[in-house]
């Protein structure tokens, strides 16, 4: 049991802590009682910070610091900046009041910023954030491997390691990722 379990089973009304680490919405750490996806989580709510990211740059310039609240049903999910590049999610049952989450948020952040690795994460290259980032919201996911080779030329060897990705294979990838989910950007 390490330092985020022996927090996180303290807190009675607690169902899951999830350590997302951003851009990219993937898990760096996470608990949960559940049989969740914790990965699921991390991929979900970081899109969801980033996306309150941009809107409070549109609406009120950078904010330095980003905070949500969710009530929904059987649950209250709080979700908090712990440094530019990570965001802790927060799940409580519906029996804790929000008053009483937030502390224990309050609480449960103090102790992960002690544990942070004091320097930022190992960042990730392009080809995998947008690889996984295809992988995430594309229909039928199963068929993009053949989807992307078929419209770069990019061997199926090729997209097993998108960290070895070339400048200009990256971009033919991000390109293809762009028509698949007919979008104009990607926003990573």
């Not at 049903?73 to 440094?83: E, F, M, N, S, V």
């Not at 078929?150 to 033919?172: F, H, I, S």
Request: hydrophobic letters at 45%; one cysteine or more.
């Amino acid at each position: 049991m390490d330092w985020l379990d022996r927090a996180a089973r303290e807190a009675a009304n607690l169902d899951g802590i999830v350590i997302t680490k951003l851009p990219d919405c993937v898990e760096w750490r996470g608990w949960t009682r559940w049989s969740w996806s914790t990965s699921d989580v991390a991929a979900y709510f970081g899109d969801l910070v980033r996306a309150n990211r941009n809107a409070m740059k549109v609406v009120a310039g950078a904010p330095e610091r980003v905070a949500l609240t969710i009530e929904a049903p059987g649950h209250k999910i709080l979700a908090q900046d712990l440094r530019a590049d990570l965001v802790a999610v927060y799940i409580f049952n519906d029996s804790e009041s929000l008053g009483a989450a937030r502390l224990v948020a309050r609480r449960l952040h103090q102790q992960i910023l002690q544990n942070l690795p004091s320097s930022e994460l190992v960042e990730r290259t392009r080809g995998e954030r947008i690889w996984e980032f295809l992988l995430r919201y594309a229909p039928d996911a199963h068929a993009v491997p053949m989807r992307v080779a078929l419209q770069t030329g990019l061997t199926p060897k090729n997209l097993a390691d998108p960290a070895k990705l070339t400048e200009a294979q990256t971009k033919q990838l991000e390109a293809a990722a762009k028509d698949i989910l007919g979008v104009d950007s990607l926003g990573l």
